[in-house]
């Protein structure tokens, strides 16, 4: 069993900053064989993309809502996955969760990712 663990969330004032962090584990789970994504659910809107990177860390993709902002980043030795987040802005806030998927493409699709964390909440301050 694929286990991921979010964690480094918090809250901030606008225009600061955050990093928070997903750690994966399992018995038989390989961390470089996955892409890592990053999702967001605000309250009472549904579970957005935020941020994806392949599985050598070499091709990122970020949704435009975040390009500029937020960084996507992993460290295959450490099997983490970070979301470095700059700007922060209040409509930033949201429960934000980390996902690995199987698949050689970088995927902006939930339906694409095999694993979930439990999320990490962001709440930005005005």
């Known amino acids: 069993q694929v286990q991921l663990v979010e964690s480094g969330g918090g809250l901030v004032q606008a225009g600061g900053s955050l990093r928070p962090s997903c750690a994966a584990s399992?018995?038989?789970?390989?961390?470089?064989?996955?892409?890592m994504g990053w999702f967001r659910q605000a309250p009472g809107k549904e579970r957005e993309f935020v941020a994806a990177?392949?599985?050598?860390?070499?091709?990122?993709y970020h949704a435009d809502s975040v390009k500029g902002r937020f960084t996507i980043s992993r460290d295959n030795a450490k099997n983490t996955v970070y979301l470095q987040m700059n700007s922060l802005k209040p409509e930033d806030t949201a429960v934000y969760y980390c996902?690995?998927?199987?698949?050689?493409?970088?995927?902006?699709?939930?339906?694409?990712?095999?694993?979930w964390g439990q999320g990490t909440q962001v709440t930005v301050s005005s």
């Open positions: 399992g018995r038989i789970f390989s961390f470089s064989s996955y892409a």
């Open positions: 990177i392949n599985r050598s860390g070499s091709s990122t």
């Open positions: 996902a690995a998927d199987r698949g050689l493409i970088i995927a902006t699709s939930q339906s694409s990712y095999d694993y």
